[in-house]
């Protein structure tokens, strides 16, 4: 599984609810370059924006943000 923006292996950056392989719902933050992002019904991950965020549920909003602070804090700045 590849990041829809970079490429990069994201197979481990998954947070899923309990499910091997991922299940269309499962969200991720590249840690690589930090898209938010969603596994789709057609078996990829798919890119969200502000807006398609907004419109998920507000437990998955507050978990995908959580995640992008985190990697935002750690790995922002790099090659600075």
């Known amino acids: 599984m ?3 923006n ?3 292996d994201i197979r481990y950056h998954v947070v899923n609810h309990g499910s091997v392989p991922p299940e269309p719902g499962d969200y991720a ?3 690589s370059c930090g898209e938010r992002m969603m596994f ?3 078996g990829q991950f798919i890119g969200l924006t502000d807006e398609t965020i ?3 549920p507000t437990e998955w909003q507050m978990g995908i943000e ?3 602070t985190v990697w935002n804090e750690k790995y922002s700045i ?3």
């Open 54 to 56: 907004r419109e998920l």
């Open 6 to 8: 970079c490429l990069a």
């Open 2 to 4: 590849n990041c829809p």
């Open 66 to 68: 959580r995640i992008w």
């Open 78 to 80: 790099r090659g600075s």
């Open 29 to 31: 933050v590249c840690f």
């Open 40 to 42: 789709g019904l057609q």
